[in-house]
């Protein structure tokens, strides 16, 4: 496992601990923004959009901005998407107006950075956070994938991804 990786799967885990979410399944993500002082936000719109963020300079706090015609499972993986923005990003976050996740595409005056490999440490930490290693690993090994997608409030292929990246599926 990479160092990068190794660093996303650390900060997930501490995020859980601090917040006495550890061992839990599955992560209200909502709550959890809450607990940052983020507040989210549904947005209806059939547009290819499926989150924002955004920090509001004058009163010094982030939103996160969800698409509600998306399901359920891809609109929580979308809100720990964001927040893994918040984590990562949060002081160059500060610097642009607004940070649009939609389907192939980001948009973000967040300048000189490769965005693809932002996007990728940002949905590595949304696994992470949304299926703790050291849970998933035991879970594993008593249910299948739909169980497991079920546990976790995650689509199924939120489940395999996050398997074969953590080797418990070939
Ligand atoms: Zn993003």
Redesign the pocket.
């Known amino acids: 496992m990479s160092q990068i990786r190794k660093d996303l799967e650390d900060l997930t885990t501490q995020i859980l601990v601090d917040n006495d979410l550890m061992y839990k399944a599955p992560i209200d993500v909502i709550s959890l923004a809450n607990l940052y002082d983020i507040k989210v936000y549904g947005i209806k719109t059939k547009n290819e959009i499926s989150g924002a963020i955004t920090y509001d300079k004058d009163e010094d706090y982030f939103e996160i901005l969800v698409n509600t015609n998306n399901a359920k499972t891809r609109q929580r993986f979308t809100i720990a998407?964001?927040l893994?923005?918040y984590f990562l990003h949060k002081e160059m976050l500060k610097d642009s107006n607004m940070?649009i996740?939609a389907l192939y595409r980001?948009t973000t005056d967040m300048k000189n950075v490769d965005t693809k490999e932002?996007?990728k440490e940002?949905d590595y930490f949304a696994g992470a956070l949304l299926m703790n290693r050291e849970l998933l690993e035991k879970l594993s090994k008593e249910y299948g994938i739909e169980e497991l997608a079920k546990i976790f409030d995650v689509s199924t292929s939120a489940v395999i991804v996050r398997m074969k990246v953590l080797g418990l599926l070939c």
Request: hydrophobic share 20%.
């Open positions: 998407h964001e893994g923005h940070h996740d980001t932002l996007e940002v």
